[in-house]
Nanobody, 116 residues
Framework: VQLQASGGGLAQAGASLTLSCAASASAFSRYTMGWYRQAPGKQRELAAAIDSGGNTAYADDVKGRFTISRDNAKNTVLLQMNSLKPEDTAVYYC???????????WGQGTQVTVSS
């Protein structure tokens, strides 16, 4: 399984960015997909996740601003980030998880930098 993340960059506070992650995995619709982020000096944390049924979960500090979605036909998961804040600055990692197989795969990370 390979995960290719893209879409990061530099944005001003209040702007929007969309991250995309393409997975080279068959039966993509079965997997839980997530976006995690790691700010400098901090642990990696979950930002948003979406399971095979389309159920979503968000970190408290991104609720109402970030939206995760998936396109199973394209093996892609998106993270729409609106109203960005400087504290959203981090490296964002795409994750694929499938508990029955014990799978937990990571993409290479994409940098998001939000200036005030």
């Amino acid at each position: 399984v390979q995960l290719q993340a893209s879409g990061g960059g530099l944005a001003q506070a209040g702007a929007s960015l969309t991250l995309s992650c393409a997975a080279s995995a068959s039966a993509f619709s079965r997997y839980t997909m997530g976006w995690y982020r790691q700010a400098p000096g901090k642990q990696r944390e979950l930002a948003a996740a979406i399971d095979s049924g389309g159920n979503t979960a968000y970190a408290d500090d991104v609720k109402g601003r970030f939206t995760i979605s998936r396109d199973n036909a394209k093996n892609t998961v998106l993270l729409q980030m609106n109203s960005l804040k400087p504290e959203d600055t981090a490296v964002y990692y795409c994750n694929l998880a499938y508990r029955p197989f014990g799978w937990n795969y990571w993409g290479q990370g994409t940098q998001v930098t939000v200036s005030s």
